[in-house]
C-alpha cells in the first residue's frame, strides 16, 4: 500500500504557474508508476499527466502538453506538477495516482489503484 497526500495547490491568475507536490509513503516510491488526473466540477475526471518508475515513460494529455511538466525524485518519495501558462479551464481539483501492477494503463483512470485526496486549483481571470 501507499499513501499520497498533494499540496501546492491554491487560486492564481490566468498566464500564472503553480508546482504542485505528491508526497508518497508506505513501500518502496520507485516500484510505482506515477500520475495526476483532474476533475472540474460537472465533468469527469480526466488525465493530466503520467510518469514511469524511473522516469523513462512520460505522457501528455494534449490540453497541457508544453504547458505542464511532470517530474518525480525517488530519493525523495515525491512526484512533481509543475503548472505554467494556467489558463480558467485548468480549474479542477487535482488528484496524484500511483499503480504498482505489471500492466499499466497510463492515461487511464482504471489504471490506477492509488489515489490521494486531491488539491483544488482554481485559475481566475
Known amino acids: 500500500q501507499v499513501q499520497l497526500v498533494e499540496a501546492g495547490g491554491g487560486l492564481v491568475q490566468a498566464g500564472g504557474s503553480l508546482r504542485l507536490s505528491c508526497a508518497a509513503s508506505?513501500?518502496?516510491?520507485?516500484?510505482?508508476?506515477m500520475g495526476w488526473f483532474r476533475q472540474a466540477p460537472g465533468k469527469e475526471r480526466e488525465f493530466v499527466a503520467a510518469?514511469?518508475?524511473?522516469?523513462?515513460?512520460?505522457y501528455y494529455a494534449d490540453s497541457v502538453k508544453g504547458r505542464f511538466t511532470i517530474s518525480r525524485d525517488n530519493y525523495k518519495n515525491t512526484v512533481y506538477l509543475q503548472m505554467n501558462s494556467l489558463e480558467p479551464d485548468d480549474t479542477a481539483v487535482y488528484y496524484c495516482?500511483?499503480?504498482?501492477?505489471?500492466?499499466?494503463?497510463?492515461?487511464?483512470?482504471?489504471?490506477?489503484?492509488?489515489w490521494g485526496q486531491g488539491t483544488q486549483v482554481t485559475v481566475s481571470l
Open positions: 508506505g513501500r518502496s516510491f520507485r516500484i510505482y508508476h
Open positions: 495516482t500511483a499503480e504498482d501492477g505489471v500492466v499499466w494503463s497510463a492515461m487511464t483512470a482504471t489504471g490506477y489503484h492509488y
Open positions: 510518469i514511469s518508475r524511473i522516469s523513462r515513460n512520460i
